[in-house]
């Protein structure tokens, strides 16, 4: 059994993520894996993602891993990265696509004509180094500053009405949701193993964070 599986379905950035996991945690056994029984018997799972959200889906459905990231979601500690982030929830607008159903609430796009207070237009993707806000107390923001800076490459973004599990904010230009807390899962928009120090200290805090998990799946999310 693994410490950490970093979960490899063909679309995540798992160089620089299991690079700094490596940092976060040089006495932990860390692996890279697109083998869903390595992910099922992982004591920790890190579940990173970029690309488009339908190749995403599809690519976790043709590695066979969509059960064992929802089995992984509901019993041990979880970190999702970027579009592991956004894959959690219930359906995305990018190409109209359901997603894993975890969470409640949608993935939706910035809008293409946005500008500034100062009537500056803002480029989409977004694009580079964001202060976050520290919306809700968490261990895996011990040690981290709150509106400290995290780095974001996206063009959408997580929306829900269910404000017990936003963990962080930030602003592009307007306020969006970039980090979720629920039970064992923690997720996050920005890049964490791209963010420097403070991305360090998140993982660090991962490698270390006990929570309480779900037990068991709710009935009525369970997959057929």
């Known amino acids: 059994m693994s410490d950490i599986a970093v979960i490899d379905y063909g679309m995540g950035n798992l160089h620089s993520v299991s690079t700094r996991l490596r940092q976060a945690a040089p006495d932990l056994e860390i692996v890279v894996t697109s083998n869903p029984a390595v992910v099922e018997a992982a004591a920790r799972v890190v579940f990173p993602g970029q690309g488009a959200m339908p190749d995403c889906m599809r690519e976790l459905e043709a590695h066979g891993l969509r059960e064992a990231v929802l ?124 963010s420097g120090a403070d991305g360090l200290q998140v993982l660090s805090n991962f490698v270390q964070w006990q929570p309480m998990s779900w037990l068991e799946r709710p009935r009525t999310l369970a997959v057929s």
């Not at 190409?95 to 500008?115: E, N, W, Y």
Request: glycine fraction near 8%.
């Open 71 to 194: 089995e992984a979601a509901y019993t041990k500690p979880f970190l999702g990265i970027c579009i592991g982030l956004q894959m959690l929830f219930a359906n995305s607008e990018e190409g109209s696509v359901g997603c894993l159903d975890i969470l409640a609430g949608r993935v939706r796009r910035f809008a293409g004509a946005m500008t500034t207070a100062n009537g500056e237009r803002v480029k989409v993707p977004h694009m580079g180094w964001n202060r976050v806000r520290q919306v809700a107390p968490h261990p895996l923001w011990e040690g981290v500053a709150d509106h400290a800076h995290f780095y974001f490459v996206h063009s959408y973004y997580v929306e829900t009405t269910d404000l017990s599990m936003i963990a962080g904010s930030s602003d592009y230009p307007q306020p969006f949701t970039c980090a979720v807390a629920r039970n064992n899962i923690f997720a996050v928009q920005f890049h964490p193993e791209k």
